[in-house]
């Protein structure tokens, strides 16, 4: 996940997400969240609503869905789980 993240923070969106699906997801939420910090601080907005929306059942469904599609498209491309 370190080398698709460090893709992504180089916009190589295309090898970080054949290195590692869940890599690029990860490094775009830490953006976002970054991103959030920064309008927070710097407006004194709440982002309680923001925060709400991805604690939703349906949102951390798809990430756990994501992370496994991730590390089986690592295993396939490593040969197996052997």
Request: charged share 5%; net charge positive.
């Amino acid at each position: 996940m370190t080398t698709a993240f460090s893709h992504a923070v180089r916009a190589d969106f295309l090898a970080a997400a054949t290195t590692q699906p869940a890599g690029l997801l990860a490094c775009v939420l830490v953006a976002m969240a970054a991103l959030g910090g920064v309008y927070a601080a710097v407006s004194g907005a709440p982002m309680q609503h923001v925060a709400g929306w991805f604690v939703r059942p349906a949102v951390v469904w798809a990430g756990i869905g994501v992370l496994l599609v991730g590390w089986s498209w690592k295993l396939v491309q490593a040969g197996g789980a052997a």
